[in-house]
């Protein structure tokens, strides 16, 4: 099968031929038909992520056909078309038997721990527990920028940072993981500021239901802004990006005992940021990880998008070929694009 493999990491990647996959014992193979690309696969490849080894093939959120399980395997057949959340879980330990499988020990993640969906083929381990079945209404590329960014914005709003109607909502960087909690945020009635330092990703968050925006370039203090709009501060603040600034700010933001969620992933030099915790302490805040969402989760997720409550296909940028996805790998740190851009050739 064709590929997009790299060998070191941060030297541009091939698209190289490679041996098809076959399934584990409690796995499948899915054929990709569409597959995001994401800032976790720009950190995959710069060398940010300890699970990865060498040589490896990146991406992790994709939607495909089954075309081969293994023999433990009975609920999915070939020719069922599916998703699965970028964490699977194993199933058998303490945190999947809680329900938690995206914070499973033992996660098996496509891209990440093993080969990923830049490819023609995608193995996936643990099938029966993680595999999500897709409504016939939900097409490829919507289905493939589901797994990582709008599950784990979902995942946020909704279970982590508790959102209830009428709560202000601060959402910190406007790329596609910002853009879907701003979506998902306004649809249960919260009020959502959206933040970024460029204007057009602004005008955008305004379409995704943001009712106030600030440019942190723009303004002598970001926090003092959130605060004035919210007259005392969020109740709930989501750091998309994953940066020092941003992260501090989204807990300087918040109101007494508001609620931060860190989404955007910190690695390298960023792993250990400061946090204002005299703030926490004193304002009795509530500080939460979001790493993906559990496959059985989905279902409320999907419910919404059918309903048409929620439209992630409205983040979907650029449609582009797998060796297109070199150039858009390799330049995605400071990249300009607004919304998600899905691989849907090979
Ligand atoms: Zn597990
Ligand atoms: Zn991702």
Redesign the pocket.
């Known amino acids: 099968m064709k590929a997009m493999l790299f060998e070191t990491f941060g030297t541009p990647p091939t698209i190289a031929t490679v041996p098809d996959p076959t399934p584990s014992e409690d796995g499948v193979v899915i054929a990709v038909a569409a597959t995001g690309l994401c800032r976790s696969d720009w950190h995959g490849w710069m060398g940010h992520d300890p699970d990865i080894r060498l040589p490896h093939v990146p991406g992790h959120e994709f939607a495909g056909k089954v075309v081969a399980t293994g023999k433990r395997v009975s609920r999915f057949h070939a020719g069922d078309r599916v998703t699965v959340p970028f964490v699977s879980?194993?199933?058998?330990?303490p945190?999947?038997h809680s329900g938690n499988?995206q914070v499973?020990?033992?996660?098996f993640q496509p891209g990440f721990t093993h080969w990923g969906s830049f490819a023609e083929y995608v193995a996936i381990d643990f099938a029966e527990t993680n595999l999500v079945a897709l409504p016939e209404a939900v097409d490829d590329a919507t289905a493939a920028s589901l797994g990582c960014r709008f599950a784990t914005s979902f995942r946020a709003v909704v279970d982590q940072a508790r959102t209830a109607p009428g709560e202000w909502v601060a959402v910190h960087g406007c790329g596609g993981v910002g853009l879907s909690a701003i979506m998902i945020a306004s649809s249960m009635g919260a009020n959502v500021i959206a933040i970024d330092v460029f204007d057009d990703k602004l005008a955008f968050a305004r379409d995704c239901g943001a009712v106030a925006t600030i440019n942190s370039r723009a303004v002598a203090d970001t926090v003092e802004a959130v605060r004035q709009i919210t007259k005392g501060g969020a109740h709930v603040s989501i750091d998309a990006l994953g940066s020092p600034t941003t992260c501090f700010n989204s807990i300087k933001n918040l109101r007494r005992r508001g609620r931060h969620v860190q989404v955007g992933l910190m690695l390298g030099d960023h792993a250990t940021p400061q946090i204002p915790m005299a703030q926490v302490i004193g304002h009795e805040l509530e500080i939460y990880g979001s790493h993906g969402m559990q496959a059985w989760r989905y279902d409320a997720m999907m419910a919404m998008i059918e309903t048409g409550k929620i439209a992630p296909q409205k983040l979907i940028g650029r449609k582009i070929a797998l060796a297109e996805a070199i150039p858009a790998l390799t330049a995605m740190d400071g990249s300009r694009d607004i919304g998600i851009s899905v691989i849907d050739r090979f």
């Open positions: 879980g194993c199933g058998h330990c945190e999947c499988q499973c020990p033992d996660q």
